[in-house]
């Protein structure tokens, strides 16, 4: 892996010579998790607010999922830094068909982000917040009666009631984020900030990104763009309402490996004025 941008002295290749890449290692020499999460380590300037993260994969033609699932177009450093992104996250965001379609388990702890986290305050691993209007979960999976950290569901006030009874009869914490039976982003962000998740990290899928994205409580994305063309009609990495004007977001880093493209955007500090 190497790092494009930006670029410093420990990221240069110096030598002018096949291989070799600096202080961070011969270029293409696979980075520790060490490296990998001083890379994506939250704002230092945001510690203390809310901070929410995308992190999603897309084809060179747009395509987010192959044959209904993300992982045909991913890659072995893609899922390193998935795992990174979730080793230094408060919570992991999920919509819940993104749960039912990749069969979601508990987050667990890793040992190599164990010191960061205890550093940090957090638990062993991240809690999950699942995001779901109907309830239409199966609350008997590992992920609501097994998990390491809390599960959480984020609702509207409307839910189907006897599922809401469900839920907290397996132990699963309801939070109301919403009037109706939708679930209202900016109130769902604000509901985990409350429990002290700050630090969060959303995995989809694209129709619960969209929302975000519509509603502008995204601060960053986290996006590989992979060397692949499905053609076909599979969704966007974002789907939903559209913002009235594109909201523009900053390139912070991009990596390189085997020719994905590994990118890091902040929202842009001209739009927040």
């Known amino acids: 892996m190497r790092r494009l941008f930006p ?11 096949e291989g070799h890449g600096g202080p961070e290692g011969p270029l293409g020499r696979e980075w520790s998790l060490d490296q990998l999460a001083d890379a994506y380590a939250y704002p230092a300037e945001v510690t203390g607010e809310v901070w929410l993260r995308a992190n999603m994969v897309s084809t060179l033609d747009g395509a987010a999922q192959h044959d209904g699932r993300s992982h045909p177009i991913s890659c072995p450093s893609d899922m390193r830094i998935f795992g990174t992104l979730r ?28 010191a960061r986290r205890a ?57 109301v984020a919403g009037e109706g039976a939708g679930v209202e982003p900016e109130r769902a962000v604000g509901a985990l900030a409350e429990r002290g998740l700050t630090r969060l990290l959303t995995e989809g899928g ?10 502008q409580v995204l601060d960053e994305l986290c996006l590989t763009v992979s060397p692949l063309l499905t053609a076909g009609t599979a969704q966007r990495i974002a789907g939903g309402p559209e913002l009235a004007l ?28």
């Open 206 to 215: 694209p129709r619960m990104l969209g929302q975000f994205v519509a509603a």
């Open 246 to 273: 594109p909201e523009r977001f900053e390139l912070a880093s991009l990596l390189e490996e085997d020719g994905f493209l590994f990118t890091r955007y902040r929202r842009s500090r001209h739009s927040a004025e």
């Open 7 to 17: 670029v410093t002295y420990e990221t240069a290749d110096h030598t002018g010579g």
């Open 87 to 114: 080793g230094l996250a408060d919570a992991v965001v999920v919509g819940a068909q993104t749960v039912r379609q990749e069969g979601y388990r508990p987050a667990r702890p890793r040992e190599a982000f164990a």
């Open 119 to 175: 550093a940090a305050g957090q638990g062993p691993a991240p809690s999950i917040a699942v995001i779901s209007a109907s309830l239409d979960l199966d609350f008997g999976l590992p992920l609501f009666t097994e998990p390491l950290s809390p599960t959480y569901v984020v609702t509207g006030a409307a839910a189907p009631q006897d599922r809401v009874a469900a839920a907290r009869k397996a132990g699963v914490e309801v939070l």
